[in-house]
């Protein structure tokens, strides 16, 4: 839908003209942290914007509210399947709907520049095309349901450190061909209403005032959306103003912007024209038409507002989930034919339990349920037996059932009392869990007033006898009371360098260890001075957090040696955390945290009939790889992760992914996060993943595009046809085993000899094909006349000659070729 299509641009124009200079700019910057005003004169109703990539959080952060836990944007992408991604961008609509919520933040799409970015997990691939077509399929979803998709985050934020202030240096060429491109497709291809500038600058502007919003995204793409900054990333009254920046988020102004009265100030002055300001608010406008929430204009289309724990999202979810895990390494053990297990599947390791469906940070929603491996395999009615192994945690986890009770006894939870600055009592909630987040202020709980002093009280029961770790994370001060007496009273800090999402989702704790013996109850209490943190003005956050008794690693790791030994087949779920991956910081190791290797390693020396599941969001070192009998990349599943998991390993789901980022053997070679002086300079260039590795000649774990499924193929014959409308692959398959089973073909463009520097090779297309045992499929695969071209620092140039295109499962496995002709 564009703008003439709805109200046309002379009606959005008109009713700009109805608006005063200050009303114009008021609609500028947020009304709060979520929201957009409202301005009856225009017909325009409030806006409404959430998080996220994994699931629409909607303006609420706490577990009243909640929200479809989708699978991660590194798992969508391993799907290879963009009808698949286009049916989760409509089921996410329909969660927005259900919301109220009409603009989401997403889809990211920077790059896997480098395994150690933080937020990896949330972006699609380290391949341009692959990340285009992806994120395409994820717009589209969305809009043709009338929500608005945010595409994420121009440009070049591609890491976190210093993500607020650093300066990305970025040559044009490559800023081109790999970090603008999947911008530029989506662009032109999809249309979206929206979208994001980032934090970071790039080659000395930082992005909401940088020349390539105006010269490139308007200029050269011709998008018509609406550009709104990321949350505080507006630097400047004048700069951004002339910039293409429209919305600065979030509001009011007069707490986090620099809008307001001084931007209609510099307009009168003449230092801002105000046409631009014009142009912002038909932008906005245009949003809003698009929404439907214009007057005038189009309602929003009618949608089923099916639960986030439906069967029917759930049918959605566990297909999803399964669609994206990548079997990389199989011997023959996968699929476990339940008819022939001997004996118990031993279920080991610290994800089993509580696995990672989704990454830390703003991406974080509350699920209305998860399923674990353990207990998606119990459901599979499977005869299972866990120990834990090893533990991956620095911190300690949220508190949690069966041991966190209500004070009432009513159920798993707390009762959190708010006292007002004066210290009078000024309301009280019972809720579900034992995290708690308010932004800019406790509306969401009802508080209107401003709160001084939190209070959470709740019990914490015994499960069995021994030591339990009780505590508090949240940044100020903080009081813990246990049967009124005092365990501690302490002021948390960060270092004035740590990011604004550390301090919301991963703030620093305090623990006491605490005795009970089997059955025994404890009252807790918790005080938390809301003041007393330096982000208090923009948001609280804080955790009871409980560790319940266990052994040693050692000893652990003993116990699930022994069980593995005693199993017909043992499943060990290995993984990261949400200190180690998370928005807010970049990872300094890829290694798995704590005893996790030495886990595994113990675990397949006692049982060969081993599976290692990887639970990450990216790329973890596997040094054990080649010694399991398979090894099944999970990513973060979504809440219906375990379910998903039994499909696979039982073979009723096949594993349909495919890696859409290369999986390292070892830290050599990588690209760095770390800026130097301020300035993070891109010198690997255009070889970025496998670009790089096959420049080198270094050979990775797992390559790009790799993973196997329960059939096998043999790929038979490639024909190129070039005509005046284009290239287009044709490419025939057989499947040779045994099976029904899904392939993807993936084509590659290299041009031998070439005069330009250039890739080995480079992805150009690729699709999916479903063969049944013995059965030849032929698809077609159109090639794009950009596959073809390259940046000359003036424009897009095709050099004349053969360029060969590549057919086969794999970057590193391309058993076709055919030559084409251009210019």
């Not at 969305?142 to 440009?155: E, N």
């Given at each position: 839908?564009?703008?003439?299509?709805?109200?046309?641009?002379?009606?959005?124009?008109?009713?700009?003209?109805?608006?005063?200079l200050?009303?114009?700019?008021?609609?500028?910057?947020g009304?709060?942290?979520?929201a957009?005003?409202?301005?009856?004169?225009?017909?325009?109703?409030?806006?409404?914007?959430?998080?996220?990539?994994?699931?629409?959080?909607?303006?609420?952060?706490d577990?009243?509210?909640?929200?479809?836990?989708i699978?991660?944007?590194?798992?969508?992408?391993?799907?290879?399947?963009?009808?698949?991604?286009?049916?989760?961008?409509?089921?996410?609509?329909?969660e927005?709907?259900?919301?109220g919520?009409?603009?989401?933040?997403?889809?990211?799409?920077?790059?896997?520049?480098?395994?150690?970015?933080?937020?990896?997990?949330?972006?699609f691939?380290?391949?341009?095309l692959?990340?285009?077509?992806?994120?395409a399929?994820?717009?589209?979803g969305l809009?043709?349901c009338?929500?608005?998709?945010?595409?994420?985050?121009?440009?070049?934020?591609?890491?976190?450190?210093?993500?607020?202030?650093?300066?990305?240096?970025?040559?044009?060429?490559t800023?081109?061909?790999?970090?603008?491109?999947p911008?530029?497709?989506?662009v032109?291809?999809?249309?979206?209403?929206?979208?994001?500038?980032?934090y970071?600058?790039?080659?000395?502007?930082?992005?909401?005032?940088?020349?390539?919003?105006r010269g490139?995204?308007?200029?050269?793409?011709?998008?018509?959306?609406?550009?709104?900054?990321?949350?505080?990333?507006?630097?400047?009254v004048?700069?951004?103003?002339?910039?293409?920046?429209?919305?600065?988020m979030?509001?009011?102004?007069?707490r986090?912007?620099?809008?307001?009265?001084?931007?209609?100030?510099?307009?009168?002055?003449g230092h801002?024209?105000e046409?631009?300001?014009?142009?912002k608010?038909?932008?906005?406008?245009?949003?809003?038409?698009?929404?439907?929430?214009?007057?005038?204009?189009p309602?929003?289309?009618e949608?089923?507002?099916d639960?986030p724990?439906?069967?029917?999202?759930?049918?959605?979810?566990?297909?999803?989930a399964a669609?994206g895990f990548?079997?990389?390494?199989?011997?023959?053990?996968?699929?476990?034919?339940?008819?022939?297990?001997?004996?118990?599947v031993?279920?080991?390791?610290?994800?089993?339990?509580?696995?990672?469906?989704?990454?830390?940070?703003?991406?974080?929603?509350?699920p209305?349920?998860?399923?674990?491996?353990?207990?998606?395999?119990?459901?599979a009615?499977?005869?299972?037996?866990?120990?834990?192994?090893?533990?991956?945690?620095?911190?300690?986890?949220?508190?949690?059932?069966?041991?966190?009770l209500?004070?009432?006894?009513?159920?798993?939870?707390?009762?959190?009392?708010?006292?007002?600055?004066?210290?009078?009592?000024?309301?009280s909630?019972q809720?579900?869990?034992?995290?708690?987040?308010?932004?800019s202020?406790?509306?969401s709980?009802?508080i209107?007033?401003?709160?001084?002093?939190?209070?959470i009280?709740?019990?914490?029961?015994?499960?069995?006898?021994?030591?339990?770790?009780?505590?508090?994370?949240?940044?100020?001060?903080?009081?813990?009371?246990?049967?009124?007496?005092?365990?501690?009273?302490?002021?948390?800090?960060l270092?004035?360098e740590?990011?604004?999402?550390?301090?919301?989702?991963?703030?620093?704790?305090?623990?006491?260890?605490?005795?009970?013996?089997a059955?025994q109850?404890?009252?807790?209490v918790?005080?938390?001075?809301?003041?007393?943190?330096?982000?208090?003005?923009l948001?609280?956050s804080?955790?009871?957090t409980?560790?319940?008794?266990?052994?040693?690693?050692?000893?652990e790791?003993?116990?699930a040696?022994?069980?593995a030994?005693?199993?017909?087949?043992?499943?060990?779920?290995?993984?990261?955390?949400?200190?180690?991956?998370?928005?807010?910081?970049?990872?300094?190791s890829?290694?798995?945290p704590g005893?996790?290797?030495?886990?595994?390693?113990r675990v397949?020396?006692?049982?060969?009939?081993?599976?290692?599941v990887?639970?990450?969001?990216?790329?973890?070192?596997l040094?054990?790889?080649?010694?399991?009998?398979?090894?099944?990349?999970?990513?973060?599943?979504?809440?219906?992760?375990?379910?998903?998991?039994?499909?696979?390993?039982l073979?009723?789901?096949?594993?349909?992914?495919?890696?859409?980022?290369?999986?390292?053997?070892?830290?050599?070679?990588?690209?760095?996060?770390?800026?130097d002086d301020?300035?993070?300079?891109?010198?690997?260039?255009?070889?970025?993943?496998?670009?790089?590795?096959?420049?080198d000649?270094?050979?990775?774990?797992?390559?790009?595009?790799?993973g196997?499924?329960?059939?096998?193929?043999?790929?038979?014959?490639?024909?190129?046809?070039?005509?005046?409308?284009?290239?287009?692959?044709?490419?025939?398959?057989?499947?040779?085993?045994?099976?029904?089973?899904?392939?993807?073909?993936?084509?590659?463009?290299s041009?031998?000899?070439?005069?330009?520097s250039?890739?080995?090779?480079?992805?150009?297309?690729?699709?999916?094909?479903?063969?049944?045992?013995?059965?030849?499929?032929?698809?077609?695969?159109l090639?794009?006349?950009?596959?073809?071209?390259?940046?000359?620092?003036?424009?897009?140039?095709?050099?004349?000659g053969?360029?060969?295109?590549?057919?086969?499962?794999?970057?590193?496995?391309?058993p076709?070729?055919?030559?084409?002709?251009?210019g």
């Amino acid at each position: 839908m564009t703008g003439a299509g709805l109200l046309g641009d002379a009606e959005l124009t008109r009713r700009v003209g109805l608006l005063s200079l200050e009303q114009k700019v008021r609609l500028l910057t947020g009304a709060d942290f979520w929201a957009l005003y409202a301005e009856p004169e225009a017909g325009l109703r409030r806006l409404v914007t959430s998080d996220g990539p994994a699931g629409v959080r909607g303006e609420a952060w706490d577990e009243r509210d909640t929200s479809a836990n989708i699978p991660s944007a590194t798992a969508l992408a391993a799907t290879w399947d963009t009808g698949l991604v286009a049916a989760i961008g409509a089921l996410l609509a329909r969660e927005a709907r259900r919301k109220g919520v009409d603009v989401l933040l997403a889809p990211t799409v920077n790059l896997h520049r480098t395994p150690y970015g933080g937020r990896h997990f949330e972006c699609f691939s380290e391949d341009p095309l692959l990340t285009a077509r992806i994120g395409a399929a994820y717009v589209r979803g969305l809009q043709r349901c009338g929500v608005a998709a945010t595409v994420k985050h121009f440009v070049g934020n591609d890491s976190e450190t210093q993500r607020m202030t650093v300066d990305v240096r970025i040559d044009d060429r490559t800023l081109r061909e790999l970090y603008l491109a999947p911008f530029e497709e989506i662009v032109r291809e999809t249309d979206p209403w929206a979208v994001m500038a980032g934090y970071n600058g790039v080659n000395g502007w930082t992005m909401t005032e940088s020349p390539l919003l105006r010269g490139i995204l308007h200029g050269e793409w011709g998008f018509d959306g609406l550009v709104m900054s990321d949350w505080t990333a507006t630097r400047s009254v004048e700069g951004a103003a002339r910039a293409a920046l429209d919305l600065a988020m979030p509001g009011p102004a007069s707490r986090y912007g620099p809008w307001g009265d001084e931007l209609v100030e510099a307009v009168r002055a003449g230092h801002v024209d105000e046409a631009l300001i014009d142009d912002k608010v038909r932008r906005i406008l245009r949003l809003a038409a698009r929404v439907g929430a214009l007057a005038g204009g189009p309602a929003a289309p009618e949608l089923p507002l099916d639960l986030p724990g439906s069967p029917a999202v759930a049918h959605e979810l566990r297909a999803a989930a399964a669609g994206g895990f990548v079997l990389a390494r199989n011997d023959g053990l996968l699929p476990l034919d339940r008819a022939r297990l001997a004996g118990r599947v031993a279920v080991i390791g610290p994800n089993a339990e509580l696995a990672r469906t989704m990454g830390g940070g703003s991406a974080t929603v509350f699920p209305p349920y998860t399923v674990s491996p353990l207990d998606g395999l119990r459901a599979a009615g499977l005869d299972v037996a866990h120990a834990l192994g090893a533990s991956e945690h620095l911190r300690a986890p949220a508190a949690r059932a069966p041991w966190l009770l209500r004070p009432d006894g009513s159920g798993t939870g707390a009762e959190i009392r708010f006292f007002s600055e004066a210290g009078e009592l000024a309301g009280s909630e019972q809720r579900d869990g034992a995290t708690f987040r308010w932004l800019s202020g406790f509306g969401s709980s009802g508080i209107s007033e401003p709160v001084g002093r939190l209070e959470i009280h709740c019990v914490i029961r015994a499960t069995a006898g021994g030591l339990y770790r009780l505590g508090v994370s949240g940044l100020g001060r903080s009081r813990l009371l246990v049967d009124g007496a005092e365990a501690f009273d302490v002021t948390l800090t960060l270092p004035e360098e740590a990011d604004v999402v550390e301090a919301l989702m991963t703030p620093p704790q305090q623990v006491a260890p605490v005795r009970l013996a089997a059955g025994q109850s404890v009252r807790v209490v918790v005080e938390h001075y809301v003041g007393s943190s330096p982000f208090a003005g923009l948001g609280t956050s804080v955790q009871v957090t409980l560790e319940p008794p266990h052994g040693t690693d050692d000893e652990e790791i003993a116990a699930a040696t022994a069980l593995a030994a005693s199993s017909d087949v043992a499943v060990v779920v290995v993984g990261t955390t949400a200190e180690v991956e998370s928005e807010g910081f970049d990872r300094t190791s890829l290694a798995l945290p704590g005893r996790q290797d030495e886990l595994v390693r113990r675990v397949i020396a006692a049982n060969p009939r081993t599976v290692v599941v990887v639970n990450s969001g990216a790329p973890v070192l596997l040094p054990w790889a080649q010694d399991a009998a398979a090894v099944l990349l999970t990513w973060f599943g979504g809440q219906e992760f375990g379910h998903a998991l039994a499909d696979v390993l039982l073979g009723a789901a096949e594993p349909g992914g495919r890696l859409p980022t290369t999986w390292p053997a070892s830290e050599a070679g990588l690209p760095s996060t770390q800026p130097d002086d301020g300035v993070l300079t891109y010198h690997e260039g255009l070889f970025i993943g496998y670009r790089a590795y096959e420049r080198d000649g270094r050979i990775p774990l797992f390559p790009f595009g790799h993973g196997t499924g329960y059939t096998t193929w043999s790929y038979e014959s490639l024909v190129v046809d070039h005509d005046r409308t284009g290239v287009a692959a044709c490419v025939q398959v057989r499947n040779t085993g045994a099976r029904r089973g899904r392939e993807v073909v993936q084509v590659y463009a290299s041009r031998p000899g070439s005069a330009v520097s250039r890739p080995l090779k480079w992805l150009a297309g690729f699709a999916a094909v479903d063969a049944d045992p013995g059965e030849t499929v032929e698809v077609g695969i159109l090639i794009a006349e950009r596959a073809f071209q390259h940046w000359d620092g003036r424009g897009w140039a095709t050099e004349p000659g053969p360029f060969t295109l590549l057919a086969g499962p794999s970057s590193a496995s391309v058993p076709l070729a055919a030559e084409v002709r251009l210019g």
